[in-house]
């Protein structure tokens, strides 16, 4: 139940220094920046450190500089990294070891490569690109647009540009009024012009017409044909010859396009092969020490001297001023606690074992500084719990086996290590729960012959059936519930105690604490367990919880009368709390979903491995791939309501979060992993 | 008239699955309409659109599992053979019901709070649990259902 103490660290450093400081800071990884204005909002002018001052190659980088670069490698990442083909697969790339550099390897690199050439490159080649792609587009519409008049015996230009005297108009028009068009527009020429409209099928509702006619008359007709139904569609410029030559000049260029689009994504290609590899060191570089100057500003500076303010891990102190010895004739530092009303990162500090749980903590949201971390008073419960949602030993191995392969693949570290890890409990946890249960991937054991000699062997552990007697197992899940709800309240009470709130410990939680207990107790007496004495001490230990309450739950109200009403009012909660422990029969509803879909599964591949001929085609397929889905589905709903039974049910009763995660400076690198102590070793 | 307590059953069977089912298939499509929408943006969330879009599909399961335990109780699924008065029959059917009904109306519920979850995801990917923890908060509902169903068909006697 904790949360890591830290300390309030300030460092003043002298300018020529603060690069390798903040640097070595870095390395160390275990410092929070504290930005001025949210520490005591003085509002200030935001210095940048002076960058000439400083010996190091990356730092002389000056600030407008890095932002150009961080933003051509981030482009050229973005257009190349899809085409980019992984070694070893996307998965390796994402769960595997990256690949371990220096500071100084990446900067060298970063002197020999010319990004600005390489992001201009790939710009010009995107851009070369997305023209061709409008430019195909533009013509298969042209193309589109001309097909209905591909025997139209008329040079375009016409319709296009016209002479000064004719004038040509293309448009669509309702196919059922074409003839009432053409008669219209033939009466109105007089003769001197000619119209085409494209043939049609039946099904077809609208069709393609041109009119050709003197522009003295255009008015008329335009009047008419609209009348008509028609609606002019322009013809774009350049279209000059017949419709039949220009769909064959534009199919023609758009095939040369095509080749050219082909040229440039195999050149496209080939970059990616290259310069993904070397530009993703460098965006990691870049980043580092983007965050360095982000970091070196962060503070308040003067003339000569800069400070840095910093959220240390008290455990780490000893670190940071090792690490700072180099600098001492520069720098100083004072180490302070947190002053009152601040509101210090939170570190999660677990032991080892449960350690795998904090990621659960994480998702809910951190305690509070002075709060309490539930990791530890989860992780037992969520284990018992994921067993007995999933319940079954046979789905156990499999995941287990999955997730302990890619712990040891891929040597995972930080919290998808400490996830896979939780999952791996879980798989133990169910794999136990299966044993005693005899669920092993469902029914298995007893439906398949080939098992006959191990049935005895797994009957000897099994305690319960769930599925012969539920009411037994729903018992059991209703009474977890009791135990972690109580348990809830207790740790409610003790953290009362612990801030000196007495009166809320013994009246909120202790009220509810009796009550509970005393109903409990009073409803097994009635059930025959117990003497009369027992019976006794139910109604009264019920009695003293409901007087407490009554007594104590309206405290914060003015008047007697309001006081009472809100006392007696309070009692009604308990309606939540009976809510609270009915939502334990999940666990025996998603444990015995595990079995029955399982046990589907079993009897679906029994019946067709009767089928003559393909029938063990089909039982191996229906056996593998049922269970493959069994595994996942049940896998999922298992984490997700052993979680939900923490957060809302466990959780409710003394947690909430609010705390802010620790994020200190390090390396933040997504493609390498970088070694050394972060400042330069050579001299560029 | 003897066969009418087996088919009773069977519809107490096909209701379940057929309504949970369903509820499943719209929760499941509403769903999916949303990622849909995300992925255009962003075509690397699949995953975690998937994973939201597959939580409304339990309830399907669920009538799953409840049909095939009826159609177990009256005999149809091999085993030795049960005669089925219509008082039992009757029964079955009713103990199917929770299920089918919960199963319909929270596959959809569930449906649209994915929707709205993928929709969360797609501004605040770190958020991912949280998004996954609402849509089981209608699911109680549909496991509760479930757990009425079976405790009932398990208490029908033969």
Same mark, same amino acid.
């Given at each position: 139940m904790a949360v890591a103490r830290v300390k309030r660290v300030r460092i003043l450093s002298h300018h020529?220094?603060?690069? *390798?400081?903040?640097?070595s800071l870095q390395a160390l990884g275990c410092c929070e920046i504290i930005r001025s204005e949210e520490s005591d909002g003085i509002t200030r002018e935001r210095s940048s450190p002076p960058s000439e001052s400083t010996g190091s190659g990356t730092g002389s980088r000056g600030l407008p500089r890095l932002e150009t670069d961080l933003s051509d490698s981030r482009f050229i990442l973005r257009f190349l990294e899809p085409l980019f083909k992984e070694e070893g697969g996307m998965l390796e790339r994402l769960l595997g070891p990256k690949p371990p550099v220096t500071i100084s390897e990446l900067n060298s690199m970063m002197e020999k490569t010319d990004l600005q050439g390489m992001a201009a490159d790939a710009r010009?080649?995107?851009?070369?690109?997305?023209?061709?792609?409008?430019?195909?587009?533009?013509?298969?519409?042209?193309?589109?647009?001309?097909? +209905?008049?591909?025997?139209?015996?008329?040079?375009?230009?016409?319709?296009?540009?016209?002479?000064?005297?004719?004038?040509?108009?293309?448009?669509?028009?309702?196919?059922?009024?074409?003839?009432?068009?053409?008669?219209?527009?033939?009466?109105?020429?007089?003769?001197?012009? *000619?119209?085409?409209?494209?043939?049609y099928s039946e099904k077809e509702q609208e069709t393609m017409a041109v009119l050709v006619f003197q522009r003295s008359l255009e008015q008329q007709v335009m009047e008419s044909a609209s009348l008509s139904g028609f609606s002019r569609v322009d013809c774009p410029q350049g279209i000059e010859d017949t419709p039949q030559e220009e769909i064959q000049r534009m199919t023609s260029l758009r095939e040369t396009l095509y080749g050219s689009i082909n040229k440039a994504e195999s050149e496209s290609l080939t970059m990616a092969a290259e310069w993904v590899p070397s530009v993703r060191k460098i965006y990691d570089?870049?980043?580092?020490?983007?965050?360095?100057?982000?970091?070196?500003?962060?503070?308040?500076?003067?003339?000569?001297?800069?400070?840095?303010?910093? &959220?240390?891990?008290?455990?780490?102190?000893?670190?940071?001023?090792?690490?700072?010895?180099?600098?001492?004739?520069?720098?100083?530092?004072?180490?302070?606690?947190?002053? +009152?009303?601040?509101?210090?990162?939170?570190?999660?500090?677990?032991?080892g074992w449960a350690s795998p749980f904090s990621p659960l903590t994480k998702l809910y949201g951190m305690p509070s500084y002075d709060g309490i971390d539930p990791t530890v008073v989860m992780a037992p419960f969520f284990f018992l719990f994921f067993g007995m949602c999933l319940g079954d030993g046979g789905y156990g191995l499999v995941m287990g086996a999955f997730f302990l392969f890619a712990l040891v693949r891929y040597r995972l570290s930080g919290d998808t290590r400490n996830f896979f890890m939780l999952l791996l409990l879980g798989s133990v946890s169910s794999i136990l729960v299966g044993a005693v249960?005899?669920? &092993?991937?469902?029914?298995?054991?007893?439906?398949?012959?080939?098992?006959?000699?191990?049935?005895?062997?797994?009957?000897?552990?099994?305690?319960?059936?769930?599925?012969?007697?539920?009411?037994?197992?729903?018992?059991?899940?209703? /009474?977890?519930?009791?135990?972690?709800?109580?348990?809830?309240?207790?740790?409610?009470?003790? *953290?009362?105690?612990?801030?000196? *709130?007495?009166?809320? /410990?013994?009246?909120?939680?202790?009220?509810?604490?009796?009550?509970?207990?005393?109903?409990?107790?009073?409803? /097994?007496?009635?059930?025959?367990?117990?003497?009369?004495?027992?019976?006794?001490?139910?109604? /009264?230990?019920?009695?003293?919880?409901?007087?407490?309450?009554?007594?104590?739950?309206?405290?914060?109200?003015?008047?007697v009368i309001r006081k009472a009403l809100s006392g007696i009012l309070s009692l009604y909660n308990i309606t939540s709390y009976l809510g609270d422990v009915l939502s334990y029969s999940r666990l025996l509803a998603l444990g015995l979903a595990t079995s029955a879909i399982a046990m589907i599964v079993n009897t679906l591949t029994g019946l067709v491995s009767g089928i003559p001929y393909v029938g063990w085609m089909l039982a191996i397929l229906i056996f593998f791939g049922g269970h493959l889905f069994s595994v996942v589905v049940n896998v999922l709903g298992a984490f997700i309501h052993s979680l939900r039974l923490q957060y809302v049910e466990f959780f409710s009763k003394f947690y909430s979060g609010g705390g802010r995660i620790f994020t200190p400076l390090k390396f933040e690198t997504r493609y390498t992993r970088i070694t050394g102590n972060g400042i330069e070793e050579t001299v560029n | 008239?003897?066969?009418?307590?087996?088919?009773?059953?069977?519809?107490?069977?096909?209701?379940?699955?057929?309504?949970?089912?369903?509820?499943?298939?719209?929760?499941?499509?509403?769903?999916?309409?949303?990622?849909?929408?995300?992925?255009?943006?962003?075509?690397?969330?699949?995953?975690?659109?998937?994973?939201?879009?597959?939580?409304?599909?339990?309830?399907?399961?669920?009538?799953?599992?409840?049909?095939?335990?009826?159609?177990?109780?009256?005999?149809?699924?091999?085993?030795?053979?049960?005669?089925v008065n219509v008082w039992q029959g009757l029964g079955v059917l009713f103990a199917c019901l929770p299920i089918a009904i919960a199963g319909y109306y929270s596959g959809i519920a569930q449906g649209k709070t994915s929707a709205a979850c993928i929709q969360m995801i797609a501004k605040r990917p770190e958020e991912t649990g949280k998004a996954v923890i609402l849509p089981a908060m209608v699911e109680t509902y549909a496991v509760l259902a479930l757990l009425m169903s079976i405790i009932l068909l398990n208490s029908i006697q033969f």
């Open positions: 020529d220094i603060l690069e *390798d400081v903040v640097a010009s080649l995107e851009r070369r690109i997305s023209e061709m792609r409008s430019e195909i587009s533009q013509l298969s519409n042209h193309i589109q647009l001309l097909k +209905p008049f591909k025997d139209l015996d008329l040079p375009m230009w016409i319709v296009s540009r016209g002479t000064e005297k004719l004038r040509g108009v293309m448009g669509t028009l309702p196919s059922s009024k074409s003839c009432s068009l053409k008669d219209s527009f033939l009466d109105i020429i007089e003769g001197q012009g *000619d119209i085409y409209i494209a043939p570089l870049l980043v580092v020490v983007a965050a360095r100057h982000d970091a070196g500003s962060s503070g308040e500076s003067s003339e000569k001297v800069s400070s840095l303010d910093l &959220w240390v891990p008290s455990d780490k102190i000893r670190e940071l001023e090792s690490s700072l010895k180099p600098y001492s004739t520069l720098l100083d530092v004072n180490i302070d606690d947190p002053r +009152p009303g601040e509101n210090p990162p939170i570190i999660l500090d677990n032991p249960t005899g669920s &092993w991937l469902g029914d298995m054991i007893d439906v398949f012959g080939v098992f006959e000699p191990i049935r005895a062997l797994k009957n000897s552990v099994v305690m319960i059936r769930p599925m012969n007697d539920p009411i037994t197992f729903l018992a059991i899940s209703l /009474a977890l519930g009791v135990v972690q709800i109580l348990f809830g309240i207790l740790i409610a009470m003790w *953290d009362a105690f612990r801030k000196g *709130d007495i009166a809320g /410990a013994l009246g909120d939680q202790g009220g509810w604490l009796a009550l509970i207990v005393g109903i409990l107790v009073w409803g /097994a007496s009635s059930f025959g367990i117990g003497g009369n004495g027992v019976l006794f001490a139910g109604k /009264a230990l019920s009695a003293i919880g409901a007087i407490t309450l009554v007594a104590t739950q309206g405290r914060d109200k003015p008047g | 008239m003897d066969q009418l307590g087996i088919m009773l059953a069977v519809l107490g069977a096909a209701l379940a699955a057929g309504f949970a089912g369903s509820g499943s298939a719209i929760g499941v499509g509403i769903a999916g309409e949303s990622g849909a929408g995300i992925m255009t943006e962003d075509p690397g969330k699949f995953g975690l659109v998937l994973l939201l879009q597959a939580l409304p599909g339990t309830q399907g399961i669920y009538g799953l599992l409840t049909a095939f335990f009826a159609i177990l109780k009256v005999g149809l699924l091999g085993g030795d053979a049960v005669s």
